[in-house]
């Protein structure tokens, strides 16, 4: 018995359905935590998402399941420790997300430095009163830096994509990456994450989310950045602190901001939603059709290992 917390797209809840006796959550909103705490002791796979909170008392909820499905990469939403204890396996879906991520990166890049928000809200507010030379000018991507704070496949795939829109890329790691990315670019180390910052014209984050990466882009960092420097967020959205964000970005310390995730989603913080330059996008990253059924499909297969006791693919504990 599988428990599917969101509803996936209808072809890969078909295939999920061929094999399985599988309750997908029908309604639009996440299950809350006693729900989910109900259902260790009902189902023997759990597929939650990034909106559910699959804590430690969650976990304590009940014996009976023993594979947590994860649809998605990031697994800072489940409580690793509490699953490995209960001997609970954890698998994600690493890799079909990752064009889907970078893209995502770049049209928050292109729209931040571009001020694409900007000019969508003035010409349906009707308020556009023609073209002029002066009139929402941006910043060129071309022989800038893109500072990668992470070096992980999004970041790579990220910096392919920047490469080929001139940009030179650096990036702060705890290593430095073993290969070259798939585009064989050269990317300069850093291996201090403010160095990093003071030499970048952009910054794009690509770290996991948890209590190891939370507030990392803090007053400080932000400080570090560049004057006129923009950041971007496709990864999660405790990594920043969004008050020193906030100051940056009315100060005009930062010139803009581009962020698809947030702390509390789906709440934004309230102060962003007051500034122009910051572009606020609905947590996108995966959002297109083929790729929510890919992951559909890792999760899947990593159930049916799990259901014929072969290795997982996608084991992250
Ligand atoms: C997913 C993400 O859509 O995979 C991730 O970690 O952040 C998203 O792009 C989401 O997590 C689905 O659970």
């Known amino acids: 018995r599988i428990l599917v917390t969101r509803r996936w797209p209808e072809a ?85 997300l990752t064009d889907a991520t970078a893209d995502l990166t770049m049209t928050l890049l292109l729209m931040a430095t571009r001020r694409g928000g900007e000019g969508e809200r003035e010409v349906r507010a009707g308020q556009w009163t023609g073209w002029r030379p002066t009139h929402l000018l941006g910043s060129s991507l071309h022989g800038k830096v893109l500072g990668l704070v992470g070096f992980g496949r999004i970041a790579q795939a990220t910096a392919c994509r920047a490469r080929a829109f001139g940009m030179k890329i650096a990036y702060y790691g705890r290593h430095p990456a073993d290969s070259k990315c798939a585009c064989d670019l050269d990317a300069h180390f850093y291996p201090d994450l403010h160095a990093l910052l003071r030499a970048a014209d952009m ?48 100060g005009g310390h930062l010139a803009g901001a581009g962020l698809d995730v947030y702390p509390e989603e789906p709440k934004v913080p309230e102060r962003l939603l007051a500034l122009p330059n910051v572009v606020l996008l609905p947590h996108l990253g995966s959002a297109t059709r083929e790729t929510r059924e890919a992951m559909g499909r890792k999760v899947i297969a990593n159930i049916h290992a799990w259901a014929t006791g072969q290795n997982l693919p996608d084991a992250v504990s």
Do not use: W
Not at 206 to 231: C, F, N, S, W
């Open 12 to 96: 890969v809840e078909q295939e999920l359905a061929e094999d399985y006796d599988v309750t997908f959550n029908e309604s639009d909103k996440p299950l809350d935590q006693s729900t989910l705490a109900s259902a260790m002791n009902e189902y023997d796979v759990l597929c939650p998402t990034v909106s559910d909170r699959i804590d430690a008392d969650v976990i304590a909820g009940g014996d009976r399941v023993k594979l947590l499905a994860n649809y998605g990469v990031g697994f800072d939403h489940i409580a690793l420790e509490a699953a490995r204890a209960k001997g609970i396996a954890v698998t994600n879906t690493p890799g079909v």
């Open 203 to 250: 910054v794009s984050l690509h770290v996991p989310g948890g209590t190891q990466t939370r507030h990392m882009i803090d007053a400080a960092a932000i400080k570090a950045m560049r004057e006129g420097a923009y950041l971007v967020n496709t990864a999660r959205g405790e990594v920043v602190d969004h008050e020193a964000l906030a100051d940056a970005l009315t």
